[in-house]
């Protein structure tokens, strides 16, 4: 079984604050992925990040990092200033290998206002 | 390269009425996948083609819901009868993924938002 908990439904910010958000995922297989999709207003689903499980290193990109920790089943994404163009839905997703479906969280609405 | 696309974009249909949406993945990725998101929810995995195999459809929700991909490129999610609890954003993805390594990234279309009235 694949599960995906995103706690955070919506979060408010003002713009350059930091903002956190959560996800923590449960799966039986060893080898598993896990990402990161920013949907916007439009719509469409934007890849930000993979995270492979035998790859525990954090990520930075810019004003985007990513904190995996196996030992609490958390892969947490945070942008650093945020800024009014970060306003989206923030889904976290995994998928087993054993597994063809890529199960989503329910998604975090991040709104940034200036 | 373009993107994932999808048509159409809206549809609008009565109940009982059948529709067919089409997805056009990115060249050269071998699969696809057909996801449901309803509003305020994630996107829920319908089901999975590598190249013209179908392997895996246990997301589908009833024998209503029927798709294909019978060239290995474009796919149809077919619905029919279709009825109220269909309407949804329906989203197609595709990646490079093949044999072996699951972990690839899928990139999504803008989706096929549909409304069953």
């Known amino acids: 079984a694949q599960k995906v908990t995103q706690a955070q439904t919506e979060i408010s910010v003002v713009e350059k604050e930091d903002v956190t958000l959560d996800c923590v995922y449960e799966?039986?297989?060893?080898?598993?992925?896990l990402f990161w999709y920013k949907q916007p207003p439009s719509g469409e689903l934007v890849f930000l990040i993979r995270?492979?499980?035998?790859?525990?290193q954090n990520e930075i990109s810019g004003r985007y990092s990513w904190n995996f920790q196996k030992s609490t089943s958390s892969f947490n994404f945070t942008i650093t200033a945020s800024q009014v163009v970060d306003s989206a839905v923030y889904f976290c997703?995994?998928?087993?290998?054993?597994?063809?479906?890529?199960?989503f969280g329910a998604g975090t609405r991040l709104t940034v206002k200036p | 390269g373009a993107g994932v696309s999808q048509s159409p974009r809206y549809k609008v249909a009565k109940r009982g009425q059948d529709v067919a949406l089409r997805c056009d993945p990115i060249?050269?990725?071998?699969?696809l996948f057909w996801y449901q998101q309803a509003l305020g929810q994630g996107p829920e995995f319908l089901t999975y083609?590598?190249?013209?195999?179908?392997?895996?459809k246990s997301g589908l929700p009833s024998d209503r819901f029927f798709a294909e991909r019978p060239e290995g490129s474009v796919s149809t999610l077919k619905i029919q009868r279709t009825q109220q609890e269909d309407s949804a954003v329906y989203l197609c993805?595709?990646?490079?993924?093949?044999?072996?390594?699951?972990?690839?990234?899928?990139?999504f279309g803008p989706g096929t938002r549909l409304t069953v009235t």
């Open positions: 083609f590598q190249n013209e195999a179908q392997l895996d």
């Open positions: 993805a595709s990646s490079l993924e093949g044999e072996g390594f699951r972990g690839y990234e899928q990139y």
């Open positions: 997703a995994l998928r087993g290998r054993s597994n063809n479906d890529m199960r």
């Open positions: 995270r492979n499980s035998f790859d525990e």
């Open positions: 799966t039986r297989d060893t080898t598993y992925y």
């Open positions: 060249s050269g990725h071998v699969s």
